[in-house]
């Protein structure tokens, strides 16, 4: 029960126009689909249906790549970097002057609470196209090899749990190294990208540099498996990755695979425990625990892990959970049905296994895909909710004695994305960090987000870098003008 009675504190939108019906944005103009049947995207706070979206065919995705393939060579990769940069700042500020806009979209279409959409995933968002306009005539300066050149056409396969976001990490550095690019954003939350059609035409970028193809998995798969790609950038399960890692063997295609995580956030005796709580909150509980680097085991130990279980579970039941559009609140309704399912499935499983269940009680609303935060202790290695990705609001709660147990359990699971480390050792933090098998590692803090910090995984979790310098590699070639670059980027003049 929450020691506070909050007043409503909805957040109006009336700001967003929501068009009944959308086409697919091909060529700098929106396109009847020649796919199936349209599709439906609802609230999933209250399942109320918000827009039909078009589901493109094969060959709505071939005309999406020949457009991108035309405004390619004809446009994009001949304009300086200079130019292209000034595109990417024009963006970025219109990113910035409609954030409200978006940010009410992105939470109707997905669920996630107005205050995470409004203060993390839109100024993110234009924070990556700052970033990288920044790059577009550095990439000389950049340690990219001599003469970095753009690889052509990117196909870019988005999530849903930060889809407007995941859009700005895979099409600022693309376009910024000279890229053209077909994006598809995931079935059950096209909104944000298809309103950002309107931001490319308010920032006059060329047709076809950016084309955004709506559809399920089968549109994903016939990018992966279209000819003219020259580059495919995925983030989602690693179930998908593996398929599309499978696609593109024996071709050219490079690849870029940013998949799931089950990190580990570890609690030591020394740690501050109340800005522990706060982090093991931020780390599982923020976005419905919809992250892929989310801290879903917490490491405890043992000597704390009694205080830490009370404090915490104090903590919970404090959490706001309900109307993602009321500015108060702190856990929002999980994204889809299915996906609500596929936690309620993992939460018997770990009953089954003997794990003990504890949650938060709160009210859910009646209507919408909703569930509780919720604590699994007794965990033990084996359990397959301490290995398996949940995607929800979860923690399952593991102990240890010493720092070399600690990295061992952190470390053992199939996945490798990120961790966590709570101590005020900084000689710790330090030996930890090395022995940690995860892609990015935060100290005293966690689920912190910056352009300019490289992020990505080991083992299950994929390959590739997306953000900083490295995340440039991903995007262009570098063995000289007519070298290794692809067949798409060799008749053209200077792409800088
Ligand atoms: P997917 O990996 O299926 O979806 C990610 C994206 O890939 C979506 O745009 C999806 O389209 C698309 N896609 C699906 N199948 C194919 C294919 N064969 N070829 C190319 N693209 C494809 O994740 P789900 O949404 O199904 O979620 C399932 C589980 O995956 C979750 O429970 C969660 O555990 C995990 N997940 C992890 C994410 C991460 O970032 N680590 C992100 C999302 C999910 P569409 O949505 O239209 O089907």
């Known amino acids: 029960m929450s020691p506070f009675e909050y007043a409503p504190a ?28 349209p599709f439906k995207t609802v609230n999933p706070a209250t399942e109320e249906v918000l827009a039909e979206v078009s589901e493109a065919s094969a060959d709505d995705v071939d005309v999406a790549v020949k457009a991108a393939r035309t405004a390619y060579t004809r446009v994009w990769s001949r304009m300086s970097g200079a130019d292209r940069g000034k595109y990417l700042f024009r963006i970025a500020r219109i990113l910035q002057e409609r954030a409200r806009e ?34 577009a005539d550095k990439l000389d300066h950049a340690s990219l090899g001599p003469n970095p050149r753009p690889l052509g056409v990117v196909g870019q396969i988005v999530p849903w749990n930060f889809p407007l976001l995941m859009l700005a990490w895979k099409i600022a550095p693309a376009l ?19 309103l950002f059609a309107s931001v490319c035409e ?18 994903g798969q016939a990018i992966v498996d279209h000819p003219g790609i020259d580059k495919l950038a995925f983030t989602g399960s690693t179930a998908v990755g593996k398929m599309i890692a499978r696609s593109i063997a024996g071709t050219r295609k490079k690849a870029t695979l940013e998949l799931g995580g089950k990190a580990a956030n570890i609690i030591f005796d020394d740690a501050p425990i109340d800005q522990a709580v706060e982090g093991i ?56 049905r299915k996906q609500l399912d596929r936690i309620e499935e993992m939460v018997a499983v770990g009953e089954a296994e003997g794990a003990e269940r504890w949650d938060s009680g709160c009210a859910l609303p009646t209507n919408g895909f909703w569930f509780r935060p919720t604590v699994f202790s007794g965990v033990s290695q084996t359990h397959r909710i301490a290995q398996e990705e949940i995607f929800g609001p979860v923690v399952s709660v593991l102990t240890f004695r010493t720092p ?20 005020e050792k900084g000689s710790r933090i330090l030996w930890m960090a090395d022995q940690l098998r995860a892609g990015v590692v935060w100290a005293n ?3 912190k987000f910056d352009p300019t910090s490289p992020f990505g995984g080991y083992k299950e979790s994929g390959y590739g870098r997306e953000g ?25 003049g200077g792409s800088r």
Not at 311 to 323: I, N, P, Y
């Open 10 to 37: 909805p957040e109006s939108r009336a700001v967003v126009d929501i068009a009944s019906s959308y086409g697919l944005y091909i060529g700098g103009q929106f396109v009847e689909a020649t796919g199936g049947a």
């Open 281 to 336: 909150v931020n780390g599982i509980f923020f976005n419905q625990g919809h992250v892929c680097c989310a801290g879903s085991r917490i490491l405890v130990q043992e000597s704390i892990a009694e205080e830490l279980d009370h404090r915490l579970k104090r903590r919970l039941a404090t959490l706001r959970v309900g109307d993602p559009m009321d500015k108060n609140t702190d856990v929002g309704a999980i994204n889809s």
């Open 102 to 135: 978006f940010a009410v979209l992105e939470t109707l279409d997905n669920g996630k609470p107005i205050k995470e959409a409004r203060d993390v995933d839109l100024p993110l968002a234009a924070a990556h196209f700052f970033y990288h306009a920044g790059w």
């Open 202 to 219: 308010q920032a006059e970028l060329p047709p076809g540099v950016v084309n955004i193809v709506t559809g399920a998995g089968a549109t």
């Open 468 to 492: 900083g310098r490295h995340g440039l590699e991903a995007y262009v070639t570098s063995a000289g003008p007519y070298g290794r670059a692809s067949e798409a980027a060799r008749p053209q």
């Open 176 to 194: 910024a190294c000279g890229n053209t690019v077909v994006i598809k954003p995931a079935e059950t939350t096209p909104l944000t990208a298809l």
């Open 404 to 423: 070399a147990e600690a990295v061992a359990k952190a470390n053992n699971t199939p996945y490798g994305l990120s961790a966590g480390i709570w101590t």
């Open 445 to 447: 803090t966690f689920n």
